[in-house]
């Protein structure tokens, strides 16, 4: 946020403070990431510091609750981008500074992906205004959804700005890098440069094993390896997980999927919010040794579960039938124990 600002500053648009975000977005932990994302549990004990935050929201690309029955994923898509001009225009396109989304949807949503064209039509709107696009691909990038970046899929573009971490060290030493167009570095440097800095910012032992993990990823063949086995866990997901009863969707792109949980398939009603589907399944799964991320909160902010698969992109074919077979028990576990409470009338 402070380099898109510093942007707009050195380009002579002091006023592009306003940040345009998608809900059921998370961007992290942080005063300034967490007003970029609506995630309202986590910001409600902190609304008086992000009423400070020039930020607004528009609708996320989430097709299976979103999507109209009647709607194309074509015309989706474009009701999606004039959302979001119309919302520039709203707040002044002059006073936009950027849009901010995550490629593929993390934690909050669970692997929501755009419809076609979307992000072109998103690209084509920022121009038009001269609004920084910024991508967030923390969890979907690095290789997680068959192409380095997750943006590749998404058509003929580019971002501005696009933030990584996680697998960008594979999980072995802490590290994230902004990674920026060369047209946006020349305007900050030609203005004196970007005045920032962290403690342990440029770290050399974390760069070293980012370093070791990329070229790992480049010599190994992995992407073409987690795209392979993501194609084939998205069908053993579905084959598996598609007709049980509390399964609303199954989403996803390489070796990154999620399955949101409802009660009611037709109408899409989430499960009792105070029982906790996803992370009563989650915790069976970990107990039989397969670690997955559970979400609270899918639908609306409040309501809704989801849980999600990142498994490690080296991962092999009997490991992830494995991991799927083992969370389909732990599923169905969950599924008894729900039902045993709901009928006796203490859903907990």
């Known amino acids: 946020m402070k380099l898109v600002v510093a942007f707009h500053r050195a380009n002579n648009n002091p006023q592009r403070t306003h940040f345009v975000s998608r809900q059921r977005s998370y961007h992290g932990n942080t005063i300034g990431s967490m ?19 020039d930020v607004s929201f528009v609708s996320p690309a989430y097709a299976y609750r979103q999507q109209g029955s009647d709607e194309s994923e074509v015309q989706y898509s474009n009701r999606l981008i004039n959302e979001i001009e119309a919302e520039f225009c709203r707040i002044g396109p ?3 500074a950027a849009f901010v989304a995550e490629t593929v949807g993390g934690s909050t949503a669970g692997c929501i992906t755009a419809p076609e064209g979307y992000f072109e039509g998103v690209r084509r709107v920022c121009n038009k205004y001269g609004v920084l696009l910024l991508l967030d691909e923390i969890m979907c990038g690095n290789g997680r959804t068959g192409t380095y970046f997750a943006f590749e899929s998404e058509g003929d573009f580019v971002p501005d700005i696009v933030v990584l971490g996680k697998g960008l060290s594979g999980g072995y030493l802490p590290l994230a890098a902004t990674l920026i167009q060369h047209s946006v570095y020349q305007v900050i440097q030609s203005a004196g440069g970007f005045i920032h800095g962290h403690t342990y910012q440029a770290h050399p032992v974390s760069c070293a094993a980012a370093l070791a993990v990329q070229r790992v990823i480049r010599s190994t063949g992995c992407l073409a390896h987690c795209k392979r086995l993501g194609d084939r866990m998205g069908l053993k997901l579905r084959s598996l997980f598609t007709d049980l009863e509390f399964v609303g969707d199954i989403r996803g792109r390489g070796l990154f999927w999620a399955i949101e949980f409802v009660a009611n398939k037709r109408l899409k009603m989430p499960l009792a919010e105070d029982f906790g589907f996803g992370s009563k399944l989650r915790q069976f799964a970990h107990d039989s040794g397969v670690a997955i991320l559970s979400g609270s909160g899918t639908a609306d902010g409040h309501a809704g579960d989801h849980i999600m698969f990142a498994p490690p992109l080296t991962i092999e074919q009997a490991e992830l039938d494995w991991m799927i077979d083992i969370t389909r028990e732990a599923y169905l576990r969950t599924e008894k124990v729900y039902k045993a409470q709901r009928y006796s009338g203490d859903a907990q």
């Open 94 to 96: 002059q006073n936009v």
């Open 35 to 53: 007003c970029l994302g609506d995630f309202p549990r986590r910001k409600q004990p902190y609304d008086e510091a992000f009423n400070r935050l």
